[in-house]
């Protein structure tokens, strides 16, 4: 097992580790304490291509002109030292090219969203909690557990969706099993490990609307918002965000990310990388190696 040894001096939730020279940094800007109803559908509308005015989720970018003024940023930066540990197994020594988001602050952003979720769902009924797997499953993990410190009732469901294959979108999702009958006349929280092109809950949330839940939203780990470095479409300073197809509630969301393959907490390279606790940017070792033999 391989630990990064760091100055825990930094070791704070407002400082991030990049592998060799790149950090970051946590600014918080926004408020985070507004309140979202959670009983208005979901709807399959366009998202707005800038971000709403109650931005609570966290952006991860290199420049934080790319981020909307009222929220938080990790910014990267290339001048700023290791300021946190990551752990991983020898197998996977260098398999990636950056470490994204520690541990540590994962759990915090899960700490803060139970905290919304507790602030706007009823307390006097169960809320649906709906996994679905695989990915989500570490993320719905830390999600429960600080609902459960908080006190707030909850039913716990499972689904299985597949959509990638490799490091890219297969384009067709798969269904595996029945939608739970739990969903029915109850809030039900979809709880996702990454939207990307938005492909996966496209076809996803038609089925779940129409086990007629009382209500129903996205709670996603993580968004890809900005394009990918080196891409054609790549520039730093327009911060141009992905369209998604879905609308999503930033209180939902744990961290805005940049347009690469990310792997940990549950996010897997041909069902690789999966275990690990912090989320690392996937580097080109690790993609030559391609994942496990299935
Ligand atoms: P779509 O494009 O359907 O993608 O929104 C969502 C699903 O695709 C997988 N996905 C990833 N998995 N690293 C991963 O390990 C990634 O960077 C990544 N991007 C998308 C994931 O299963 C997610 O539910
Ligand atoms: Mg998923």
């Not at 097992?1 to 760091?6: C, G």
């Not at 985070?32 to 800038?50: F, I, L, V």
């Not at 197998?91 to 994204?100: A, D, K, T, V």
């Not at 915090?108 to 909690?129: G, N, Q």
Request: charged share 25%; hydrophobic share 30%.
């Amino acid at each position: 097992m391989k630990i990064l040894l760091i100055n825990p001096v930094f070791f704070t939730l407002s400082s991030f580790l990049l592998k060799n020279t790149n950090t970051h940094t946590l600014i918080p800007m926004g408020n985070n304490n507004q309140k979202s109803s959670c009983c208005s559908n979901q709807s399959m509308e366009k998202s707005e291509s800038t971000a709403p005015e109650d931005d609570s989720s966290i952006y991860v970018t290199r420049n934080v002109k790319n981020t909307p003024s009222n929220s938080r940023s990790l910014v990267m930066s290339d001048s700023a030292k290791q300021t946190s540990s990551a752990i991983y197994p020898d197998l996977y020594e260098g398999h990636f090219s950056s470490l994204l988001i520690p541990y540590k602050d994962l759990d915090s952003r899960c700490k803060e969203i139970a905290e919304h979720i507790h602030a706007t769902y009823p307390s006097d009924e169960p809320l649906v909690m709906l996994c679905i797997l695989k990915g989500s499953a570490p993320f719905y993990n830390l999600l429960c557990n600080h609902l459960s410190i908080l006190g707030h009732p909850f039913m716990i469901d499972f689904y299985r969706v597949k959509s990638y294959e490799g490091t890219g979108s297969s384009g067709t999702v798969k269904h595996f099993g029945d939608l739970p009958k739990s969903m029915k006349g109850r809030h039900v929280l979809v709880i996702e490990d990454i939207v990307d092109t938005g492909t996966t809950l496209k076809s996803l949330l038609p089925t779940i609307a129409e086990k007629d839940p009382k209500s129903y939203k996205v709670c996603s780990m993580l968004v890809k918002r900005f394009h990918s470095e080196g891409s054609e479409d790549d520039d730093e300073d327009d911060g141009g965000e992905i369209t998604k197809q879905i609308e999503l509630d930033n209180n939902l969301i744990g961290f805005n990310i940049p347009n690469a393959f990310v792997v940990g907490c549950g996010l897997d390279y041909n069902e690789m990388y999966r275990d690990l606790r912090d989320i690392w940017i996937l580097g080109e070792e690790g993609i030559k190696g391609g994942g496990y033999d299935l």
